[in-house]
C-alpha cells in the first residue's frame, strides 16, 4: 500500500518536472518572437527584456510552487501525528 | 562589394558573437546542471520527496536561456547578403561574448552552491531561504552579462553602411 502512494507520489513530481523543463524551454523563446512580432512592432531589445522577464517567471512559479508543496508536507505530517496519537488511546 | 569598412571576413565575428553567447553559455548551464544534480541525487537517496527543491537545476537552465536569447538577438540583426561593417561585426563579437563568459561565471556558483546548500537542506530546513537569495545573486550575473550584451547591440545598429 506504501508503495503505490510512493509510486504515485513520485510519478506527481516527475509530471511536475517534466512541465517546469517544457515551460521552460518553450515560453522564452516563443514570447521573443510572438513579442517580437505583435507586440513591439520591431524592436529587438524590448523583446529580449519579454522573454528574460518570462523566464524569471517561470522560476519565481517553481519556487512559489515548492514552498506551498513545502507547506502541505509539514501539515500532512502533522495530520498523521494527531491520527497516530489518537490510534494509541 | 567589399570595401575597407565592409571587408568579407567581417561576417566572422559577428557568427563568432553569435555561436560564443551560446558556447559558453551552455558550458556554464551544464556545469551548473551537473554539479548541483550530485547534490540532489546524494540527497534523493535519503528524502525522495525533496525532488522539487531541484531550485539550483532551474536556475542554470536559465542561464542558457540567456545565452539563447542574446544569440537569436544578434542572429536577427546578420544580414550578409548586405554590407556587413566590420565595426559591428566586432561589437556583436563584444556581445556573445560578454553574456557567455558571464554566464560561464555564474553557472559555475549556482553549481557549488546548489551542492552545498541542497545538501544542508537535509539537516536543517531553514537553509532554504538562504540557499533561494544566494543562488539569485548568482543569477543575476548571468544577467548583468546580458544587459551588456543588449546594449552592446543597440550600439551596432546604429552603425552607418560603407
Partial sequence: MADATAQAATRGALIKLLFFAATLAILPISSYFISLKHIWAGNTNYAAITAICAANFVLVVYIIMSVMEDRQSLKEIEEKKLSDSKKDR | ?162
Fill in chain 2, 1 to 162: 562589394m567589399s570595401s575597407e569598412l565592409c571587408p568579407p571576413y567581417a561576417p566572422f565575428f559577428g557568427f563568432a558573437g553569435v555561436a560564443s553567447a551560446m558556447i559558453f553559455s551552455t558550458m556554464g548551464a551544464a556545469f551548473g546542471t551537473a554539479k548541483s544534480g550530485i547534490g540532489i541525487a546524494g540527497v534523493g537517496t535519503f528524502k525522495p520527496e525533496l525532488i522539487m527543491k531541484a531550485i539550483p537545476v532551474v536556475m542554470a537552465g536559465i542561464i542558457a536561456v540567456y545565452g539563447l536569447v542574446v544569440s537569436v538577438l544578434i542572429a536577427g540583426s546578420l544580414h550578409p547578403s548586405n554590407d556587413y561593417p566590420l565595426a559591428a561585426g566586432f561589437i556583436h563579437l563584444g556581445a556573445g561574448m560578454s553574456c557567455g563568459i558571464t554566464g560561464i561565471a555564474a553557472g559555475y556558483a549556482i553549481g557549488l552552491i546548489g551542492d552545498s546548500c541542497v545538501r544542508a537542506y537535509v539537516h536543517e530546513q531553514r537553509v532554504f531561504v538562504a540557499m533561494v537569495l544566494i543562488l539569485i545573486f548568482a543569477e543575476v550575473l548571468g544577467l548583468y552579462g546580458l544587459i551588456v550584451a543588449l546594449l552592446m547591440n543597440t550600439r551596432a545598429t546604429t552603425i552607418g553602411g560603407c
